[in-house]
T-cell receptor, first 111, second 114 residues
Framework: GNSVTQMEGPVTLSEEAFLTINCTYTATGYPSLFWYVQYPGEGLQLLLKATKADDKGSNKGFEATYRKETTSFHLEKGSVQVSDSAVYFCALPYNNNDMRFGAGTRLTVKP | DAGVTQSPTHLIKTRGQQVTLRCSPISGHKSVSWYQQVLGQGPQFIFQYYEKEERGRGNFPDRFSARQFPNYSSELNVNALLLGDSALYLC?????????????FGSGTRLTVV
């Protein structure tokens, strides 16, 4: 079945550093791919998505490109801020009813 | 517009007790899903309900049950609580058949079993 493997953390960066969080997927066909973010003490928020191969999702300065050649959907941001400190989850649909998530990557950005 | 709302936000129960968690989806969303997120892990799918019927079930024991009401709100029940049931329980809603385009999650109910 569909699954994602996510880069393990934690990741600690200084403010304005470049961020990459790796995510690779295994899937039948080409399902939509997602990044969710979870801020401390909160639920999950959809950060960005891509619905087909070669699509680029973007939001709040974050980007991820759906690459079928490498089965990857890496999350990037050119200049992180302290407010980006959170846990980031890569995800994809398992079937019509179920979303499968990676284990999450905790990002801490220091001033 | 209100997002997905869950209640209560926090709950402490004793082993063996029963608990009921509640969720109201976004207005217009008729599909509700429940997820369990154990500390340090990603969310795990428990149930999905649509039109008051169970449409999907994850790998959870029968102690877990749920239902959906005519107004599309939902309850998750867990019986005979175990210490391992301590987790953040998340509710997510979507338009019917649109879950593959992403869910909207509530802030969750943090359940602690002691």
């Amino acid at each position: 079945g569909n699954s994602v493997t996510q880069m393990e953390g934690p990741v600690t960066l200084s403010e304005e550093a470049f961020l990459t969080i790796n995510c690779t997927y295994t899937a039948t066909g080409y399902p939509s791919l997602f990044w969710y973010v979870q801020y401390p003490g909160e639920g999950l928020q959809l950060l960005l998505k891509a619905t087909k191969a070669d699509d680029k999702g973007s939001n709040k300065g974050f980007e991820a490109t759906y690459r079928k050649e490498t089965t990857s959907f890496h999350l990037e941001k050119g200049s992180v801020q302290v407010s980006d400190s959170a846990v980031y989850f890569c995800a994809l649909p398992y079937n019509n009813n179920d979303m499968r998530f990676g284990a999450g990557t905790r990002l801490t950005v220091k001033p | 517009d209100a997002g997905v709302t869950q209640s209560p936000t926090h709950l402490i129960k004793t082993r063996g007790q029963q608990v009921t968690l509640r969720c109201s989806p976004i207005s217009g969303h008729k599909s509700v899903s429940w997820y369990q997120q154990v500390l340090g892990q990603g969310p795990q799918f428990i149930f999905q309900y649509y039109e008051k019927e169970e449409r999907g079930r994850g790998n959870f024991p029968d102690r877990f049950s749920a239902r959906q009401f005519p107004n599309y709100s939902s309850e998750l029940n867990v019986n005979a609580l175990l210490l391992g049931d301590s987790a953040l329980y998340l509710c997510a809603s979507s338009l019917p058949g649109q879950g593959r385009f992403g869910y909207t999650f509530g802030s969750g109910t943090r359940l602690t079993v002691v």
